[in-house]
């Protein structure tokens, strides 16, 4: 069955830097796109990032352009999220999320979710 | 502000039906990019309830659909359960952002 796992999250302080990562088993990990999605405390999904299948798709939400960088490795079946600068706003739960098609399709959606990592961003 | 618009929150009583709503635009469900729906329970990780606009993944009860129309879409539950207690959340793909984008997500109450 398809599992994904995230780790990584913490508390850390304005400014810092963090990196979270997703172990994925249970499916061909290099046929997939793959997302980040975010979850603020007592707040609504918010999309973070998408990396296509063979890595070389990538797009952001604005919020997070130029601090953040998505990157996968399919040797290790590993999807990774850099977040540099970060902000109190960045605070929130951060899923990885398998999308079921190959992350070049805007037809995309998320069939299968980690349990998430807490980041907490504070002082 | 999301870009696609839900209600925050719509209410039912046990065996009826709700619908709740998702408001994009031209750039979004108007461009003819599909709508996803997810249910999440409290404390829990979303789980994609309706694809493709009107489609349910194996498990997903029939009492659950989807509908989708110009730049609008809607997820129809009949015969409310007290357990459909939860929120909701619309997913698409902005053409304009290019990126994907939800919904702010509808508390559904059942009375």
């Known amino acids: 069955q398809v599992q994904l796992v995230e780790s990584g999250g913490g508390v850390v302080q304005p400014g810092r830097s963090l990196r979270l990562s997703c172990a994925a088993s249970g499916f061909t990990f290099s046929s997939y796109g793959m997302h980040w999605v975010r979850q603020a405390p007592g707040k609504g999904l918010e999309w973070v990032a998408v990396?296509?299948?063979?890595?070389?798709?990538?797009n952001y939400v604005d919020s997070v352009k130029g601090r953040f960088t998505i990157s996968r490795d399919n040797s290790k079946n590993t999807l990774y999220l850099q977040m540099n600068s970060l902000r109190a706003e960045d605070t929130a739960v951060y899923y990885c999320?398998?999308?079921?098609?190959?992350?070049?399709?805007?037809?995309?959606?998320?069939?299968?979710w980690g349990q998430g990592t807490l980041v907490i961003v504070s002082s | 502000q999301s870009v696609l618009t839900q209600p925050p929150s719509v209410s039912g009583a046990p065996g009826q039906r709700v619908t709740i709503s998702c408001t994009g635009s031209s750039s979004n469900i108007g461009a003819g990019n599909d709508v996803h729906w997810y249910q999440q329970l409290p404390g829990t990780v979303p789980k994609l309830l309706i694809y493709?606009?009107?489609n349910r993944p194996s498990g997903v009860p029939d009492r659950f659909s989807g509908s989708k129309s110009g730049t609008s879409a809607s997820l129809a539950i009949t015969g409310l359960q007290a357990d459909d207690e939860t929120d909701y959340y619309c997913q698409s793909y902005d053409s304009s952002l290019s990126g994907w984008v939800f919904g702010g997500g509808t508390k559904l109450t059942v009375l």
């Open positions: 493709g606009n009107n």
């Open positions: 990396i296509s299948y063979d890595g070389r798709n990538k």
């Open positions: 999320a398998k999308d079921r098609y190959s992350g070049y399709d805007t037809g995309g959606y998320f069939d299968y």
